[in-house]
Nanobody, 113 residues
């Protein structure tokens, strides 16, 4: 069974940076969506950044601060700069392919002084 392996969360001060990485446990064909969502306490899960159909889509709240990259066929990374307390959340990797619809286990990002 394919799994998504996430890494890179942690605690950072406002204005700092973190890099999240997500890798599928094996190569997957015809990936349609791969990227990151997040869920803050008492809020619904929301899109952060995804690659879909060759395009990269960002939430308005992270445009200009976050960059999503496709590192290889089965790995994406999210570079997060100028982090704000409002970015505090559990970040989830997501992958959708012809035969897969996967979520990662989540990684905590906390922005606090």
């Amino acid at each position: 069974q394919v799994q998504l392996v996430e890494s890179g969360g942690g605690l950072v001060q406002p204005g700092g940076s973190l890099r999240l990485s997500c890798s599928a446990s094996r190569n997957i064909f015809n990936i349609r969506i791969m990227g990151w969502y997040r869920q803050a306490p008492e809020k619904e899960r929301e899109l952060v950044a995804i690659i879909r159909g060759g395009n990269t889509i960002y939430a308005d709240s992270v445009k200009g601060r976050f960059t999503l990259a496709r590192d290889n066929a089965k790995t994406v990374s999210l570079q997060m700069n100028s982090l704000e307390p409002e970015d505090t959340a559990v970040y989830y990797c997501r992958l959708v392919a012809d035969t897969e619809n996967l979520w990662g286990q989540g990684t905590q990002v906390t922005v606090s002084s």
